[in-house]
């Protein structure tokens, strides 16, 4: 792939619904249109949010631009938008706001004092514990009216590490223990809170489960670090592949675009990224990609380019095929 730009001072890049956000410092563009880049921007699972104190907007995407649903960004600790219903969940620390995107009204609120994982249709998911940082519990809550139906609780000293991710009717997360010395992955039926299966691994990362990185059309979880490669079921909690791969290569960061498993590994002068093509498990890309720093990147795919943000120094580079 060819470099073709450098962008600097960029902190975000975001694509959701076939349609790429840019923010920078001065600097903001839509799908290639610029847009004034004096606000934040936002994104949950469904779409994306530009906000300051004095306005919330949501992307519309029949729109193609940015639409006001409240003078008052508030309520934007956490968000959801759910396109089938029109209902934008907007929480603060207490109350969440449902708001009514087709009408422009506000259909109710709940107060609850939790961090919510997922809005589902009539219920929500919810992460709890002694701080932000360490979350030990996750709960399935009615909202209308405001109900507890289930709790579960890991053992103890595990936190819930990431965004517990849902396939079917099978609510899975990774939680840690002692830093990253113990992984225990547990996948619950969303409708009851039982579980469904368990595993505990503990460094080395050869024993450990490396792939979470969704695959939405397959519902198989893929992963690519250290030196293995790694395939796992998340509805039957099971590794179904895993070959070990060059051990110069390393990556640290995953991505799924276009049935391809993005990585990047290595830093300074050993940075490299490649593809790994999930329809015969086979490397196909492997490019280098020399940096001055010690940087992380997050990765994103669109319309055969390729941007790499680094999350440290905020440089952006774009490649094409």
């Not at 600097?8 to 920078?24: A, H, M, P, Y």
């Not at 610029?34 to 699972?45: H, I």
């Not at 209308?144 to 079917?168: A, N, R």
Request: hydrophobic share 35%; charged share 25%.
């Amino acid at each position: 792939m060819k470099l073709v730009k450098k962008e600097l001072d960029i902190n975000k890049v975001i694509l959701i619904n076939n349609v790429i956000f840019i923010k920078g410092k001065e600097k903001c563009n839509v799908d290639g249109v610029f847009v004034s880049s004096d606000f934040e921007l936002f994104n949950d699972l469904e779409t994306v949010y530009r906000y300051k104190e004095s306005f919330l907007d949501i992307y519309n995407y029949k729109q193609k631009s940015f639409v006001r649903i409240s003078n008052d960004s508030n309520y934007l600790k956490q968000s959801y938008y759910n396109k089938g219903r029109g209902l934008v969940f907007l929480s603060s620390t207490e109350e969440v706001e449902v708001y009514n995107f087709f009408g422009n009204t506000i259909e109710y609120r709940l107060f609850l004092e939790k961090d919510i994982s997922f809005f589902l249709e009539n219920s929500i998911i919810v992460t709890e514990g002694k701080s932000y940082t360490y979350k030990n519990k996750i709960s399935l809550w009615y909202i209308q009216p405001l109900e507890l139906i289930w709790q579960y609780t890991l053992p103890e000293g595990f936190s819930i590490f990431k965004q517990p991710q849902i396939v079917d009717d099978v609510l899975f997360f990774d939680s840690f223990k002692n830093g990253n010395e113990e992984n225990f992955v547990v996948g619950l039926d969303i409708k009851t809170g039982e579980v469904l299966w368990q595993l505990l691994f503990k460094i080395p990362y050869k024993e450990q489960l490396l792939a979470t990185t969704l695959h939405k059309e397959n519902k198989l979880c893929y992963g690519y670090l250290g030196n293995l490669y790694q395939i796992f079921n998340p509805i039957l909690g099971k590794i179904v592949f895993e070959k070990e791969m060059n051990e110069k290569i390393n990556p640290y960061t995953n991505a799924i675009y276009d049935n391809k498993l993005w990585f990047v590994s290595g830093k300074y002068e050993e940075c490299k990224f490649g593809y790994i093509n999930l329809a015969n498990n086979e490397l196909e890309l492997l490019q280098d990609f020399p940096q001055e720093d010690d940087e992380t990147f997050e990765i994103v795919y669109h319309q055969k380019k390729l941007y790499l943000r680094g999350k440290y120094y905020n440089n952006l580079y774009i490649f094409e095929e």
